[in-house]
């Protein structure tokens, strides 16, 4: 049919190709070819020319159409990936969209807490297969952009060394939840396993993470203490591609005071500065008195080792090269390969409003312990 070619597929000036651009054709006239309706038609029409090109590129933008809830854009997705997924193992806190299943806010966390980059859920041994961003509410102060880079790359272009390293000793992930008798001595300690798990008992608990290999421990107060071990470089389950993927960059101890000591460089505004520095002091102060067993979260080589801080910036340099930094605007829809296109938020001074869900949680990926 003659209306499911009126889109162009652009690619970015400058040589860039990420994300691919798909918008409505310029020569087109008339409200139904930007509206949900007909995107949702597009979609389903093309799942095949969708898949070939999100392999190809990593991440595809779908601009321009008008897009204006959670409804909506859930629609639209399941008419290209029915197998959505409301599970969500990750540390930072969300609200479901009123309205919809699977649709829920990107993070809630605050504007002003970067959140480095990062494939979803990749310390988990079955990480989504690919993840969706909405924007429904655009930012009008600076900031706020949902950065995405190639995290090929980063394994491409990192020390030989730094990665053989890597690759022999594998990582560890410490993740520790709140209980309802916590005492909160980490601020990074976000959420209670409660909120993790939709559940309050520990049995339930417990047995999921025996299926999934966790080690796991109850401590005092109700806490939970969960350790994740694996290779910390996987190869892409289509392309075979080698990949950097763990979070050894968001959880290790030194992640906060890092970005917005980057956001600094990138911005030049002095209180990110100031932030970096009472960032620094405040988790040397928490990592010294606590140790790296009872923070929030923290990463370490998969021996229980530390990884030299050294090594994380390195990581982040080359993460920050490759980033691209995307200005996000009304109904925007981004669809991501979370299995090599990672993403992330700069800071932004008000909160807006990017959504996301998540397709089916895969078995592709055969995480190595």
């Known amino acids: 049919s003659k209306k499911f070619k009126m889109v162009d597929i652009v690619i970015r000036e400058g040589g860039e190709t990420l994300p691919l ?9 008339g409200e ?20 070939q090109k999100l392999l190809q590129y ?16 859930q629609e639209i997705i399941q008419e290209y990936e029915p197998e959505l997924s409301q599970e969500y193992r990750g540390t930072s806190p969300r ?3 009123p309205g919809t299943e699977y649709v829920f806010s990107a993070s809630e966390l605050p504007p002003y807490f970067p959140i480095p980059q990062h494939l979803e859920m990749s310390f988990l041994p079955s990480p989504p297969r690919k993840i969706f961003f909405c924007c429904l509410d655009p930012p009008t102060s600076p900031g ?17 060394k730094i990665r053989k390293e890597f690759e022999d000793k594998g990582i560890m992930h410490l993740r520790n939840y709140k209980g309802a008798r916590t005492l909160i ?17 520990r049995e339930v608990v417990e047995e999921e993470l025996r299926k999934s290999g966790a080690e796991f421990q109850w401590r005092d107060g109700d806490s939970l203490r969960i350790v994740d071990r694996g290779s910390a470089i996987e190869e892409h389950p289509v392309t075979g591609e080698k990949v950097w993927f763990n979070h050894s960059q968001v959880f290790h101890w030194s992640m906060i005071p890092s970005e917005y000591y980057r956001i600094y460089r990138r911005l030049g505004k002095l209180k990110y500065l100031v932030l970096s520095w009472v960032m620094w002091l405040l988790k040397v102060i928490l990592f010294t008195f606590l140790g790296p067993m009872r923070v929030g979260f923290h990463a370490c080589f998969g021996d229980g080792s530390e990884i ?9 340099d080359v993460m920050w090269k490759n980033m691209v930094f995307n200005r996000w605007e009304l109904g925007d829809i981004v669809l991501l390969d979370n299995y090599w296109i990672s993403h ?12 996301c869900l998540m397709g089916v949680v895969s078995t592709a990926l055969q995480r190595q312990p």
């Not at 139904?32 to 799942?47: H, I, P, Q, Y």
């Not at 706020?144 to 990192?158: I, P, R, S």
Request: charged fraction near 25%.
């Open 21 to 29: 651009l798909i918008r409505p054709s310029a020569g087109t006239e």
């Open 32 to 51: 139904g070819d930007r509206s949900a309706g007909f995107l949702k038609e597009w979609v389903r029409a093309n799942r095949a020319l969708i898949d």
């Open 58 to 73: 990593g991440a595809i933008l779908f601009r321009g159409f008008h897009v204006t809830s959670g409804v909506e854009f």
């Open 95 to 97: 609200k479901q969209i």
């Open 144 to 160: 706020g952009e949902t950065c995405l880079c190639d995290f090929k790359k980063v394994h491409d272009q990192m020390d030989p």
């Open 185 to 201: 001595t980490d601020p990074t300690m976000l959420k209670g396993w409660q909120d993790v798990f939709g559940t309050t008992s």
């Open 308 to 316: 030299p801080e050294s090594y994380l910036e390195h990581i982040r």
């Open 344 to 355: 992330g938020r700069q800071v932004l001074m008000y909160s807006s409003v990017a959504v």
